[in-house]
């Protein structure tokens, strides 16, 4: 009965341990924040919220300072949808209503 209870905790960690490497993909490279409207200069790796960008694209990547060439920020509406969707994913596995630092 104890390994029972053994395997479906670590399975829950499974998940959160997926959970956290998903948030991870859509982390702002500027702020380290869940992206509001991310956008993608198309010059580096980097994505950013639109306003951790910077006011022009021209300005180029603020992270690693890419040069770039395109006139105007385009914000991912793909990716801004994923991410609005995982913060629903998120507050239904980690509910914040009370800090359970006992399971830590
Ligand atoms: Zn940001
Ligand atoms: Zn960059």
């Given at each position: 009965m104890d390994n029972?209870?053994?395997v479906q905790t670590s399975d829950w960690k499974n998940t959160k341990e997926a959970v956290?490497?998903?948030r991870r993909l859509l982390l702002c490279?500027?702020?380290s924040d869940l992206?509001?409207?991310p956008v993608c200069l198309g010059i580096c790796?980097?994505?950013l919220c639109r306003s951790c960008a910077g006011p022009r694209a021209g300005?180029?990547?603020v992270v690693c300072n890419?040069?770039?060439w395109v006139k105007d920020i385009q914000i991912n509406r793909q990716l801004s949808s994923i991410i609005q969707l995982f913060s629903g994913l998120e507050s239904l596995l980690n509910p914040r209503e009370q800090p359970d630092s006992s399971l830590a």
């Open positions: 029972e209870v053994l956290a490497n998903f490279s500027k702020c992206m509001t409207e790796e980097h994505m300005d180029g990547c890419s040069p770039a």
